[in-house]
């Protein structure tokens, strides 16, 4: 070429202009520190990931955790998780990340047999493996009906993992290569007794993609342990549930109807059962016993003394039931020679609704308190000990003259441990909340036993079981399902006079 502008093309460039082979490898300490920096931040990941998931305290919580962590482990934004124990003994659930409730039903509405994550739940899928549709728009194989739902929901792939616990869980929950370490252990030294098939979760993305094999291990590795951790919330939840179920057994399935008073009852479950309690008797002449209590201890031991005590108790109240001071003397007899390593505190009373009359005696029970239109105070007793703390108890009994319209509560201590207040200051508050019932609501006991609760205890510590009974209206019975999360047992019985 002629020469332009005084360059001559025929010179070389310099050397150190020049460009690099394409084929010269980079230096090995730069590799091996790539891949250790790449370790270290995948593990360092994983442990924040998995840290917050030993947090979690419920399988809710847990499930909902394990969406939200494996959506930034895959890179998907959307997911879902189906909960089915190979077991069949529950719970079930199914939940959504990013999903509203009619997105679950368009989804549920894909055969199982050809989802992304039926052949995980049925046990079909080839060693548990995951698997992964990554064109859910223009795959050949892909069903026509969940092509319709990926369309309509707009996600184009989808990658599923097994969840399963125990020695059943295999290589297949963390497929994927790669070098990872310690975290691939996690499922080693299981002591719970439930094992294998817990449910399966998919993620969802947005355009057809799949994770890379570095995701796929990670994501593995998290769900692994995500399934041993979720074994042991369900082997704590059911044991939950039979205590509770089991307490709420022992205690009253309806409430009686008696003229001239009108009766509610309000029972929240600790997780641990405990055994508080109450009970409601038609006596002779048309009385009627009142009592509620507490033995002390939780678990299943608490909650069979409280129905033996209960039982004791009724038949007390029906041989002696007018004097209250009598009937805790002879539990408090039989607790010491068949319950000598536990204590109980116990409130009895004997109601004449025609006279607006009650004879009342407490051991180390809080006191009751009366809400009306015109007050909201506590009932003054007697200062006694727990039943089994003395070598003989007996304490005065006390009368009361509720007003027509004036509703008696009695309730166990647990309504006041459940704030986290110091004790007088649990009374301040549930004395402020007796006197802050509407009077709408004065009319019905249940209603005033309701806004107690939500006012007193904490928020999401107030749901629970309900029952209510009515005079010279007819009766009613009613349930709620809630899980509260304090320790502590909660029993209040609302008792209004007409």
């Not at 506590?378 to 304490?395: D, I, Q, R, Y």
């Amino acid at each position: 070429m002629p020469k332009v502008a005084g360059i001559d093309p025929t010179v070389p460039a310099p050397a150190h202009t020049a460009q690099p082979p394409a084929d010269l490898p980079a230096a090995p300490g730069a590799l091996i520190r790539d891949r250790l920096a790449g370790w270290v931040s995948d593990l360092t990941t994983l442990h924040e990931l998995t840290e917050r998931l030993a947090r979690t305290g419920s399988l809710d919580g847990a499930l909902k955790e394990l969406l939200r962590a494996g959506a930034a482990l895959v890179g998907a934004r959307r997911g879902l998780v189906v909960f089915e124990p190979a077991d069949r003994l529950g719970p079930a659930t199914t939940l959504g990340l990013g999903l509203a409730h009619a997105d679950l039903g368009h989804l549920e509405t894909v055969p199982r047999r050809v989802s992304s994550y039926g052949g995980l739940l049925d046990g079909t899928t080839a060693r548990n493996e995951p698997v992964a549709a990554p064109d859910l728009f223009g795959g050949t194989d892909v069903d026509p009906r969940q092509r319709e739902v990926a369309v309509r929901l707009g996600y184009g792939a989808s990658y599923a993992v097994p969840l399963i616990a125990g020695a059943a869980a295999g290589a297949g929950a963390g497929a994927g290569a790669g070098g990872g370490t310690g975290a691939g252990a996690a499922s080693s030294g299981r002591t719970g007794a439930v094992s294998g098939r817990l449910g399966a979760v998919v993620w969802l993305y947005d355009e057809p993609a799949e994770p890379v094999e570095r995701q796929r291990h990670l994501v593995g590795l998290y769900a692994r342990y995500a399934s041993e951790h979720l074994a042991r919330l369900l082997e704590l939840e059911r044991a939950r549930t039979r205590v509770a179920t089991i307490a709420e057994e022992l205690l009253p399935t309806r409430l009686p109807r008696i003229p001239g008073v009108r009766l509610a009852a309000r029972h929240r479950t600790g997780p641990y059962g405990g055994g508080d309690w109450y009970d409601a008797l038609p006596l002779p002449e048309g009385a009627l016993s009142l009592a509620v209590g507490s033995v002390s201890g939780s678990g299943p031991g608490a909650v069979a003394a409280m129905g033996r005590l209960r039982a004791s108790l009724r038949a007390y109240a029906v041989m002696e039931g007018e004097d209250p001071v009598a009937v805790l003397s002879d539990l408090e007899l039989l607790l010491r020679l068949t319950e000598p390593a536990r204590t109980a505190t116990a409130l009895f009373a004997y109601a004449e609704p025609a006279q607006g009359k009650i004879v009342l005696a407490g051991a180390g029970h809080a006191p009751p308190l009366i809400v009306g239109d015109r007050r909201a105070e506590f009932v003054e007793t007697s200062l006694s000990a727990p039943l089994g703390m003395l070598s003989c108890w007996e304490a005065p009994s006390v009368e009361l003259w509720p007003a027509s319209g004036e509703t008696v509560l009695l309730y166990t201590d647990g309504l006041l441990r459940r704030t986290g207040d110091p004790m007088d200051r649990a009374f301040a508050r549930l004395h402020s909340a007796a006197a802050s019932v509407p009077a709408s609501a004065r009319e019905d006991p249940g209603a005033v036993a309701d806004h107690v609760l939500r006012t007193v205890l904490p928020r999401g510590h107030e749901t629970g079981r309900g029952q209510g009974a009515s005079a010279g209206v007819g009766a009613g019975a009613g349930t709620g399902a809630g899980k509260a999360e304090g320790a502590e047992d909660v029993v209040v019985l609302a008792v209004r006079f007409d």
